[in-house]
T-cell receptor
Framework: ETGVTQTPRHLVMGMTNKKSLKCEQH?????MYWYKQSAKKPLELMFV???????ENNSVPSRFSPECPNSSHLFLHLHTLQPEDSALYLC??????????????FGNGTRLTVT | GQNIDQPTEMTATEGAIVQINCTYQTSGFNGLFWYQQHAGEAPTFLSYNVLDGLEEKGRFSSFLSRSKGYSYLLLKELQMKDSASYLCAAMDSNYQLIWGAGTKLIIKP
């Protein structure tokens, strides 16, 4: 496989459930990101990891918990979510964070619906 | 505050030319990116401009004016497969990306 792979593609969960989103990149990149994409809104950066260390957390509620066990894998653990958390969650990678000429490579996203 | 403005939706005809504008206000500037996102798919990188001027890449070109805080994406010889959302993002002095809400481009036969 090449590129950035996210699973699952679709997820429906109740507000009391616990679930995890998975992301894997096969590009040899050192930085990985979680973004939230809601309809007609700009992409919202949630977390940034560089070489498995979290370098940014944009005031994301604690019901979202990231995990980066190595530079190729990224998880987003979800618990006690709210209906307003329903969105497309995109994973991305790049050579390094904050490099102006280093574009992001995105996965196809997980469409999350919280009921 | 930091802000990106781009039209919400545009319609164009197959074979024609369309220009998608983007204006930005950021604290410092380290370049502007354009991404294409088909419905239900990943955004994919189209272009990066950091110097003023036009950069051409096949049917797609991107222009930047730093003094005006303005960029556009020009798509020529439109094809039905160009129907997608186009995302503009500016990088600020802290190398953070500031994103626009995207422009949905509809191509009609």
């Amino acid at each position: 496989e090449t590129g950035v792979t996210q699973t699952p593609r679709h997820l429906v969960m109740g507000m009391t459930n616990k679930k995890s989103l998975k992301c894997e990149q096969h590009l040899g990149h050192n930085a990985m990101y979680w973004y939230k994409q809601s309809a007609k809104k700009p992409l919202e950066l949630m977390f940034v990891y560089s070489l498995e260390e979290r370098v940014e957390n944009n005031s994301v509620p604690s019901r979202f918990s990231p995990e980066c066990p190595n530079s190729s894998h990224l998880f987003l653990h979800l618990h006690t979510l709210q209906p307003e958390d329903s969105a497309l969650y995109l994973c991305a990678s790049s050579q390094a964070p904050g490099q102006a000429s280093s574009p992001l490579h995105f996965g196809n996203g997980t469409r999350l619906t919280v009921t | 505050g930091q802000n990106i403005d781009q039209p919400t939706e545009m319609t164009a005809t197959e074979g024609a030319i369309v220009q998608i504008n983007c204006t930005y206000q950021t604290s410092g500037f380290n370049g502007l990116f354009w991404y294409q996102q088909h419905a239900g798919e990943a955004p994919t990188f189209l272009s990066y401009n950091v110097l003023d001027g036009l950069e051409e890449k096949g049917r797609f070109s991107s222009f930047l004016s730093r003094s005006k805080g303005y960029s556009y994406l020009l798509l020529k010889e439109l094809q039905m497969k160009d129907s997608a959302s186009y995302l503009c993002a500016a990088m600020d002095s802290n190398y953070q990306l500031i994103w626009g809400a995207g422009t949905k481009l509809i191509i009609k036969p």
